[in-house]
């Protein structure tokens, strides 16, 4: 399993489904993503189990995110054609709706491979999530075993512990959430955070 965090998203080029409903044969990621910050993450398979709770948590918090300037893309094995029919299946019935934001089909696993997420006997993508920067570099990654849900309202956290970091240049501790204070990262910063915070971690 690669670390990406700190290189380049690997780029790719293939079909999906777009938040509007649209099916398009080229989705680029890099222009889509082109000067803001983008989640990519992955999901097994549409019509199962654990994913269709991830993919509506993300819809659900797509306001959180589009308030934040972000981008999100979703990919798994599935066939452009079965993402739209999944977003055209209701939710009670085991759907996901009209989720607002793009499907990729990675047919033929080049993109999870790319990103080396790729279950070694299942052949499906691991629940891996990769938080990527403006310039388009990936500064937080998570992946989770097939029967384990991932946790949305922390990439949302990463979101705001890397735009907090960009537009003040300090650093965020452990449990660090939007509107806490950063800390210095000098010695005497070390010094100052943990003595008003240390009995708080």
Not at 32 to 51: E, M
Not at 69 to 90: K, L, P, Y
Not at 111 to 137: K, M, N, T, W
Not at 155 to 177: K, S
Request: proline share 3%; glycine share 8%; with cysteine.
């Amino acid at each position: 399993m690669s670390v990406l965090v700190g290189r380049p998203a690997p780029d790719f080029t293939a079909a999906a489904v777009l938040g509007s409903g649209e099916i398009v044969d080229s989705f680029n990621l890099a222009e889509a993503i082109k000067g803001k910050k983008a989640v990519v993450f992955f999901y097994p398979l549409d019509f199962t189990f654990v994913c269709p709770s991830e993919l509506l948590a993300f819809d659900h918090r797509m306001e959180e995110f589009k308030s934040r300037g972000v981008e999100v893309i979703g990919v798994s094995i599935d066939s452009q054609f079965s993402h739209n029919a999944w977003r055209n299946t209701a939710v009670n019935d085991g759907g996901i709706g009209q989720v607002q934001y793009t499907l990729v089909a990675d047919v033929k696993h080049e993109i999870c491979q790319a990103y080396d997420v790729e279950h070694p006997e299942a052949g499906v993508a691991f629940r891996a999530s990769f938080l990527i920067d403006e310039e388009g570099s990936v500064r937080h990654q998570v992946v989770n075993d097939l029967p384990l849900g991932r946790n949305v309202d922390e990439m949302i956290r990463m979101v705001d512990a890397l735009q907090f970091h960009q537009e003040h240049g300090e650093v965020c501790p452990a449990g660090w959430n939007k509107g806490d204070k950063g800390m210095t990262a000098t010695t005497e910063g070390v010094a100052a955070y943990l003595t008003d915070n240390a009995d708080k971690l």
